[in-house]
């Protein structure tokens, strides 16, 4: 048994050097993301998200088969499953995520119309976006996708990001557009 904890050990460790520089930029805006989707009072960053995960992987607590899944994938299941689990044991705040809407300047007043969104629609869209959230569970997917479109990102690079293939991500997408014409539809 010893020896075959030691050449599982020895594979973990050789996936992990096999891992691409990308794929590891990826695992780093994954763990960013999970943190941010799943805020609690502790003091996780998602260095120690990654870090627990290597550590549940290389105890051998989280076992890997290379045979059903490439490592990437798994790496990524890892860390949402602990991430989820981190999210159950505590209290719940408020999501971090970055402003999507441009600031509106103060300095200068504007002349003439602008397409600019005034401080009311703003807040309505900031409403509307936080409800259509509110819609999905934290850990599903759409939210995941949301959260991503809100930081700039657009199609392959956030199912590159989510470790997730063409079709599941444009399934999920038309899932948020159900969601966002049934809103739409009930107003």
């Avoid at 260095?47 to 549940?56: K, M």
């Avoid at 051998?60 to 991430?83: D, K, N, Q, T, Y």
């Avoid at 209290?91 to 401080?119: G, V």
């Avoid at 629609?121 to 259509?132: G, T």
Wanted: charged share 30%.
């Amino acid at each position: 048994m010893l020896q075959t904890v030691t050449n599982l050990r020895e594979i973990v460790e050789s996936a992990i050097a096999a891992l691409s520089r990308n794929e590891l930029i990826r695992l780093r805006t994954y763990a960013d993301l999970l943190i941010r989707l799943h805020p609690r009072d502790g003091a996780e960053t998602s260095e120690d998200l990654l870090q627990e995960t290597l550590l549940r992987i290389l105890s051998g607590e989280r076992r890997w088969i290379p045979e059903s899944v490439p490592f990437f994938h798994f790496f990524l299941g890892c860390m949402r499953s602990i991430a989820s689990s981190w999210r159950k044991r505590s209290p719940r705040s408020a999501p971090d995520y970055a402003d999507p809407f441009t600031e509106l300047s103060d300095t200068q007043p504007a002349l003439i119309a602008s397409n600019e969104p005034d401080a009311e629609r703003e807040l309505s869209a900031k409403e509307e976006l936080e409800h259509i959230l509110s819609q999905f569970k934290p850990g599903d997917r759409a939210a995941e996708i949301l959260h991503l479109w809100m930081e700039g990102s657009r199609g392959d690079e956030v199912a590159r990001t989510l470790g997730m293939t063409e079709r599941e991500y444009h399934t999920t997408v038309k899932r948020i557009r159900r969601t966002v014409a049934r809103r739409q539809k009930w107003r």
